[in-house]
């Protein structure tokens, strides 16, 4: 099923020009920053008139072009599409730790019956471009959840529209630090900002916030319960302090870790590329390793300024001769797989 919202906005804009706009129109960033473009636009036309009738002039308004092209890129960027869903429905998880992957950096975790669905992104834009394939689970399809992990807010792993569809269903949120007051606005309200090292203990769950190094404040996560531990690293490159979370976490069951080398067109480095995640697993010594980030930003707005290379088959083969002892597994959208004690 697809959901197109750009009708909306159109409608919020013509409902915009005939001057009602502030009783009608959803206070999204989107909306908002639009509404001030076209106020500021009104404003600067009132202005102009006045002048011109004061001068006499007949002088052509000219409209400044950057103001149509925000306002065209905005457009873009608040049309937001949700695509199919896979075939799957939801199975309760039959291992002690089983993992589903839902695409990009969601998956559903289940560690002893709890579950946890890490950043969400299931609602498509020009900015984010479209996922490869359809989602494992439909945000219809998600069971009740225990938890919602975000490392960051990045609009491909803090889905705002998907959030507000999960509130009924979630019984608490843990995202970096400062994210409690949008969250509640979303309707959250048990929210919980962690800064690195921080923890949060709610029996029978345990997440520790661990640093990353990304672009603005990101958090990764450990998460334990009942003697099994996940590393999610959400999106971070490589850094030499990610010793330490060995050395407080040496036993990790599984690291969930980037593998696409996420980096600016002008240089930076914002996630690990499949040498990076080599570098990694030597540092964490995980049992088995999921890399994960394979999206493809070249036929996205992001693709403006960022740019992905897929290599979670790569990682898997550079494993295989450097780290043969630890198990890689590959889960595309839909894509499930369980630990169990025999692992
Ligand atoms: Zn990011």
Same mark, same amino acid.
């Given at each position: 099923m697809q959901v197109l919202s750009c009708g909306v906005l159109m409608s919020s804009i013509r409902r915009c020009r005939n001057g009602e706009y502030v009783r009608n129109v959803k206070k999204t960033p989107v909306h908002r920053t639009l509404l001030h473009i076209l106020l500021i636009r009104q404003v600067v036309r009132q202005r102009h008139s006045c002048s011109k009738a004061r001068a006499m002039s007949t002088t052509k308004v000219q409209q400044p072009w950057h103001l149509a092209l925000i306002t065209a890129l905005l457009l873009l960027g608040g049309c937001q599409t949700l695509p199919l869903a896979s075939t799957l429905s939801y199975q309760r998880g039959e291992f002690p730790l089983q993992i589903t992957s839902i695409g990009h950096a969601t998956f559903l975790i289940e560690l002893h019956g709890q579950r946890i669905l890490t950043d969400p992104w299931f609602y498509e834009t020009p900015f984010t471009g479209q996922h490869p394939d359809p989602f494992g689970l439909s945000l219809e399809q998600l069971p009740p959840l225990d938890l919602i992990l975000v490392t /960051?807010?990045?609009?491909? /792993? @803090? +889905?705002?529209?998907? =959030?507000?569809? =999960? %509130?009924?269903?979630?019984?608490? @949120? %843990? &995202? %970096? !630090? &400062?994210? &409690?007051e949008p969250m509640r606005k979303l309707g959250f309200s048990h929210v919980i900002g962690l800064a690195p090292w921080e923890t949060f203990a709610a029996s029978p769950l345990t997440i520790t916030a661990v640093p990353a190094a990304h672009s603005g404040p990101t958090n990764s996560y450990i998460i334990e319960r009942g003697g099994k531990t996940v590393y999610f690293a959400g999106e971070t490159a490589f850094f030499p302090d990610l010793v330490r979370v060995s050395e407080r976490f040496p036993?990790? +069951?599984?690291? %969930?870790?980037?593998? +696409?080398? =996420?980096? =600016?067109?002008?240089? !930076?480095?914002?996630?690990?590329?499949? /040498?990076?995640a080599v570098e990694a697993v030597q540092l964490l010594r995980p049992r088995v390793v999921i890399p994960v980030l394979d999206h493809d930003f070249s036929r996205s707005l992001a693709g403006l300024v960022l740019t992905t290379t897929s290599q979670a088959e790569a990682f898997k083969a550079l494993m295989e001769k450097t780290h043969p002892e630890v198990a890689v597994v590959l889960l595309k959208a839909g894509g499930q797989w369980g630990l169990n004690e025999r692992f």
């Open positions: /960051h807010t990045h609009i491909d /792993h @803090f +889905d705002r529209r998907a =959030l507000k569809r =999960l %509130v009924a269903q979630t019984r608490a @949120f %843990v &995202g %970096v !630090k &400062g994210m &409690g036993r990790l +069951d599984i690291a %969930v870790l980037p593998v +696409d080398g =996420l980096r =600016l067109r002008w240089g !930076k480095q914002l996630a690990m590329d499949a /040498h990076d």
